[in-house]
T-cell receptor
């Protein structure tokens, strides 16, 4: 079955510290992978995506993620977090086939920033 | 550029009433998705359309829920009759084939 696992429900890091949010997936085909961010009261905003090519992808707001096929992982990283990064982060996986652009979301990781 | 537009942003109504949520996708996008988000169940895909045709409605919870897309620029999600357990944030998203989905800001629905 296709699934996305975000093992950390809530993470707190200090402002200026580095960040890594974990994402593991189970998918039968070559996956397309996404990270979205959701601020309170807002919709989901795309941070970055991996479709093919270089396994290290850069996104907006200084985020990056690395696709590791052998580990079925797509972890999100940021070298130095800012207070404005406090939000909910969702990993998602999909596969483009003939009739859909459907994706499966993980349960999310809530990020809090310690001043 | 205008993003995905949802209305209303907030809806409070009494159980048993009909609720209609609206979505205007990004122009040119041929896929439209309806999601429901709750604390307990997270983000759930309810239904999606391709070129205005419903493709997969297996996520629609029950017959009280219905969705339509009469044209490429408008979709509705209707709940009739509404129940307190329908309280959630409902999101609409759209995309072109092989491209990431763009989300609206959601409708926060409260059924009393």
């Amino acid at each position: 079955a296709q699934s996305v696992t975000q093992p950390d429900i809530h993470i707190t890091v200090s402002e200026g510290a580095s960040l890594e949010l974990r994402c593991n997936y189970s998918y039968g085909a070559t996956p397309y992978l996404f990270w979205y961010v959701q601020s309170p009261g807002q919709g989901l905003q795309l941070l970055l995506k991996y479709f093919s090519g270089d396994t290290l992808v850069q996104g907006i707001k200084g985020f990056e993620a690395e696709f590791k096929r052998s580990q079925s992982s797509f972890n999100l990283r940021k070298p130095s977090v800012h207070w404005s990064d406090a939000a909910e982060y969702f990993c998602a996986v999909g596969a483009v086939y003939s009739s859909a652009s459907k994706i499966i979301f993980g349960s999310g990781t809530r990020l809090s920033i310690r001043p | 550029d205008a993003g995905v537009i949802q209305s209303p942003r907030h809806e409070v109504t009494e159980m048993g009433q009909e609720v209609t949520l609206r979505c205007k996708p990004i122009s040119g996008h041929d896929y439209l998705f309806w999601y429901r988000q709750t604390m307990m169940r997270g983000l759930e895909l309810l239904i999606y359309f391709n070129n205005n045709v419903p493709i997969d409605d297996s996520g629609m919870p029950e017959d009280r829920f219905s969705a339509k897309m009469p044209n490429a620029s408008f979709s509705t999600l209707k709940i009739q009759p509404s129940e307190p357990r329908d309280s959630a944030v409902y999101f609409c998203a759209s995309c072109s084939s092989n491209q990431p989905q763009h989300f609206g800001d959601g409708t926060r629905l409260s059924i009393l």
